[in-house]
């Protein structure tokens, strides 16, 4: 059984950082590729960013320039650093593992920026 739990949301002001967790349980981590999602509010959930198990990493155009994703493979955890921290990127953060037909979901980590 393959679980994702995310972890690192929270309430910041604008220009600040967060950096979000994804711990993995199960043996997919080594072979999955791992990737963060968000839904605001109103919005479809999009992707913002992936990293390969083979160490590349995938940015959105909402990434771009802010975000960076990285990987713990002994941890089997995934992490989402945000910089420089908008309104517009307060969201639901869903963390997702990936391996062939197999696609397994976290819960999210809610983000809000507001001052």
């Known amino acids: 059984q393959v679980q994702l739990v995310e972890s690192g949301g929270g309430l910041v002001q604008p220009g600040g950082s967060l950096r979000l967790s994804c711990a993995a349980s199960?043996?997919?981590?080594?072979?999955?590729?791992m990737g963060w999602y968000r839904r605001a509010p109103g919005k479809q959930r999009e992707l913002v960013a992936a990293h390969t198990r083979g160490g590349s990493a995938y940015y959105t155009d909402v990434a771009k320039g802010r975000f960076t994703i990285s990987r713990d493979n002994a941890k089997n955890t995934v992490y989402l650093q945000i910089n420089s921290l908008k309104p517009e990127d307060t969201a639901v953060y869903y963390c997702?593992?990936?391996?062939?037909?197999?696609?397994?979901w976290g819960q999210g980590t809610q983000v809000t920026v507001s001052s």
């Open positions: 199960g043996s997919i981590f080594s072979t999955a590729t």
């Open positions: 997702q593992a990936r391996d062939g037909e197999d696609t397994y």
